[in-house]
């Protein structure tokens, strides 16, 4: 028993380190507002949000004096941002110092401490104008948006919450049939053959993988991708006590292998492969994990 338990141990550690996860010096959560414009034409426009507070993070307002300009008279885009800082808000709203250039239908980001509550506002260059939107708030970890000008008020921006639920949906089926099949694999050449004992594996992990990505969902849409690893890594651990469980109880019983390995080794070894495969896919696909 003491070497099969030394033969198990020795394979998990070969399968951290075929599938090992990069450590990066900057894991902080990171919020940020995703902005995308529809109906733009082919116009040059640049984008700021608007912030209720005077700064947020490392960005803030313009006080006057030159030292705490982002842009001065030599800098490429001064005259854009001069004509930011000119701008007056009706709401007292305040910019700070932060847009991006823009084109047509394109995708605006604020990545780092986004200002909420806030507003959009663009600056049309060509014509020397501006379009703001009403007052919005962050509203998810990832606060996605769409933004058009208004068709019957130039200098309005109409704006709509659109967080991409249906990419959600396709990452968490995808979650739970990579598990199923790493499990399925690992349940064959641990001697677990028998039609009964598959369907139990499959049925339990359809269960527990279910609840646990839709408890992920909801981490990652209200605290991101940080919180989103400690979960999952949490998630599996208790996932793979309740398979433990399961299996130690259910698989004996309609075994067909002369000597099956031991269930709970099973869970354990199956579980922390397709984690590893997970993290693995993850670092090739962004997004779906």
Not at 10 to 23: D, G
Not at 195 to 212: A, D, E, G, S
Not at 243 to 261: Q, W
Request: negative net charge; contains cysteine; proline residues 5%.
């Amino acid at each position: 028993m003491k070497k099969r338990v030394a033969q198990i141990l020795v394979c998990v550690l070969f399968l951290l380190a075929i599938f090992p996860t990069s450590a990066h010096a900057d894991m902080g959560p990171k919020p940020s507002i995703q902005v995308d414009f529809t109906g733009m034409g082919d116009e040059v426009y640049y984008v700021t949000l608007l912030s209720k507070e005077y700064s947020t993070g490392p960005a803030t307002a313009y006080n006057g004096n030159p030292e705490y300009a982002r842009y001065h008279e030599d800098s490429a885009d001064y005259a854009i941002w001069e004509n930011f800082v000119n701008y007056s808000d009706s709401d007292g709203y305040y910019f700070l110092q932060q847009f991006e250039k823009c084109q047509g239908n394109d995708h605006y980001s604020w990545d780092y401490f986004p200002p909420s509550p806030f507003k959009i506002l663009i600056y049309f260059p060509e014509s020397d104008t501006f379009s703001v939107s009403g007052i919005y708030e962050k509203y998810a970890f990832d606060s996605y948006f769409t933004a058009a000008v208004d068709a019957s008020d130039s200098s309005m921006l109409t704006v709509e919450k659109d967080y991409p639920f249906h990419w959600e949906l396709i990452s968490l089926v995808v979650r739970i049939i990579l598990t199923i099949l790493v499990e399925l694999l690992i349940a064959l050449l641990f001697g677990f053959r028998a039609k009964k004992q598959l369907q139990i594996i499959i049925y339990t992990n359809v269960l527990t993988q279910t609840v646990l990505n839709i408890l992920l969902n909801v981490v990652a849409y209200r605290s991101g991708s940080l919180a989103f690893t400690f979960y999952y890594i949490l998630g599996e651990c208790i996932v793979c006590i309740i398979e433990a469980v399961i299996y130690a109880r259910l698989l004996p019983k309609h075994s067909t292998h002369a000597k099956p390995i031991h269930p709970i080794l099973y869970a354990l070894l199956a579980n922390v492969l397709s984690f590893s495969a997970g993290m693995w896919i993850a670092r090739i696909i962004p997004g779906i994990f």
